[in-house]
């Protein structure tokens, strides 16, 4: 007999994992739901895009490497590990330090709600699809991502938080974005996702007195599964030369731009959880875009100059001027208003003195397929 699993580590499908979460969804919390359900530009968002664009492409001239990654994929090397056990170590949230405490839940929530973005985007593709590559591709990523947002749901459980993925997905906004514009968006994500779960693993292997949470002991093997997305990515824009030539270099240095901004800006919202994990900010953010600026070669002729002295100083003035609207949001009336724009307009120069840092050009290899090997 076909038993349904009980718990979405061990689902198969992403309908699985989802019908396993929606059972507990009666003990996920409001706050946490209404965090997840918030739209900036700094918190994870919801995509929607051109289906029958994306079903129409054609794997044929990536078929080797295409086949050998669903291949790797339908394997399924993961299956059964995201839940917890017997290295799952007792977490004292009780005794944890309020503000780590509340930027390590905030951290769970917005990496919860990044899971399930990818998961709701996928699921839909694989759904609307009847191209056979593109629906097969497109479940096996809504599978893992169902099963990783499942397993930060159940670390955001014991602190008496969780998300309501089934509310998320009637009611959160989503935001359009062309074909292509979801390629260079999720592709990036996916491989940035890699490189901070991976720099985050190898660093508390070296300094386990700084693991302060057993999640982080599972994150070898996710960051695997976002390494193969990031794959499936970069082979689906090989298909179609014109996706990273021409015009298209512009798009993608601005969302090489955009990426990179966000995740320091937010990361720089948590110093407490940096610190806990015994790592500097600046350090923490210089290592993850080095390595995601390694692995896009394979596809984008270009990388950032994170190098040119411009780039820390675009930074940390956008840090800034997010500060300054976050503070004139807090404070409201006139003055709260008048510090909002102007902290708006700041931001705005910053990226704008970001994005016109000069790239490095470099000739992209012959075929795209990378393994993990940091
Ligand atoms: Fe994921
Ligand atoms: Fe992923």
Same mark, same amino acid.
């Given at each position: 007999?076909?038993?349904?699993?009980? +718990?979405?580590?061990?689902?198969t499908t992403?309908e @699985?994992?989802?019908? /396993?979460?929606?059972?507990?969804a009666?003990?996920?919390?409001?706050?946490?739901?209404?965090?997840a359900?918030?739209?900036?530009?700094l918190?994870?968002?919801?995509?929607?895009?051109?289906f029958?664009?994306l079903d129409?492409i054609?794997?044929t $001239?990536?078929?080797?490497?295409?086949?050998?990654?669903?291949?790797?994929?339908?394997?399924?090397?993961?299956?059964g590990?995201?839940?917890?056990?017997?290295?799952?170590?007792?977490?004292?949230?009780?005794g944890?330090?309020p503000t780590?405490?509340?930027e390590? =839940?905030?951290?769970?929530?917005?990496?919860?709600?990044?899971?399930f973005?990818?998961?709701? %985007?996928?699921?839909?593709?694989?759904?609307?699809?009847n191209?056979?590559?593109?629906t097969?591709l497109?479940?096996?990523m809504?599978?893992?991502?169902?099963r990783h947002?499942?397993?930060?749901?159940?670390?955001?459980?014991? !602190?008496?938080? !969780?998300?309501n %993925?089934?509310?998320?997905?009637?009611?959160?906004?989503?935001?359009?974005? &062309?074909p292509k514009? =979801?390629?260079?968006?999720?592709?990036?994500? @996916?491989? =940035?996702?890699? !490189?901070?779960?991976?720099?985050i693993?190898?660093?508390?292997? !070296?300094h386990p007195e700084?693991?302060? +949470?057993?999640?982080?002991?599972?994150? @070898?093997?996710?960051c695997?599964?976002?390494?193969?997305h990031?794959?499936?990515f970069?082979?689906?824009?090989?298909?179609? $030369?014109?996706l990273?030539?021409g /015009?298209?270099?512009?798009? /993608?240095?601005?969302?090489?731009?955009?990426?990179?901004?966000?995740?320091y800006?937010?990361?720089h919202?948590? $110093?407490?959880?940096?610190?806990?994990l *015994?790592?500097?900010?600046?350090?923490y953010? &210089?290592?993850?875009f080095?390595?995601t600026?390694?692995?896009?070669k394979?596809?984008?002729p270009i990388?950032?100059d994170?190098?040119?002295?411009?780039w820390?100083?675009?930074c940390?003035?956008?840090?800034?001027?997010?500060?300054? =609207?976050?503070?004139?949001k807090? &404070?409201?009336?006139? *003055?709260?208003?008048?510090a909002?724009t102007?902290?708006?307009?700041?931001?705005? %120069?910053?990226?704008v003195?970001?994005y016109?840092? $000069?790239v490095?050009?470099?000739?992209v290899p012959?075929?795209?397929?990378?393994?993990?090997?940091?």
């Open positions: 007999m076909n038993m349904m699993p009980k +718990h979405s580590a061990d689902a992403v @699985e994992g989802l019908a /396993i979460q929606e059972e507990q009666k003990f996920d919390s409001k706050a946490a739901t209404e965090v359900m918030q739209n900036t530009l918190t994870p968002r919801f995509y929607t895009t051109d029958d664009e129409a054609d794997v $001239p990536v078929r080797d490497d295409w086949d050998k990654l669903i291949a790797q994929m339908e394997s399924d090397p993961n299956k590990h995201f839940k917890k056990n017997e290295d799952w170590d007792h977490v004292d949230w009780d944890m330090d780590l405490r509340k390590f =839940i905030d951290f769970l929530i917005s990496s919860c709600t990044a899971e973005s990818g998961c709701v %985007l996928y699921k839909e593709m694989k759904r609307r699809g191209n056979k590559d593109i097969q497109f479940q096996l809504a599978r893992d991502e169902a947002a499942g397993f930060i749901n159940d670390a955001l459980r014991e !602190a008496g938080v !969780a998300v %993925l089934g509310f998320l997905t009637q009611k959160k906004k989503y935001t359009y974005f &062309r514009f =979801i390629y260079y968006a999720t592709y990036l994500s @996916e491989k =940035i996702g890699y !490189a901070r779960y991976i720099t693993f190898r660093h508390l292997e !070296a700084h693991r302060f +949470h057993p999640i982080f002991k599972w994150f @070898e093997e996710w695997n599964d976002e390494f193969s990031g794959e499936a970069a082979l689906l824009m090989k298909t179609d $030369p014109k990273t030539s /015009i298209n270099v512009y798009w /993608i240095k601005f969302f090489l731009t955009a990426v990179y901004a966000t995740m800006v937010r990361d919202q948590r $110093p407490a959880f940096h610190e806990a *015994g790592v500097d900010t600046d350090w953010a &210089r290592e993850v080095t390595k600026s390694e692995l896009t394979q596809i984008f990388t950032l994170i190098d040119n002295p411009r820390q100083r675009g940390e003035a956008l840090q800034r001027a997010n500060v300054q =609207i976050a503070e004139g807090a &404070r409201g009336g006139v *003055g709260g208003w008048l909002k102007t902290g708006s307009a700041k931001a705005a %120069l910053a990226f003195s970001l016109t840092i $000069p490095q050009k470099h000739r012959a075929s795209t397929r990378l393994e993990p090997a940091y």
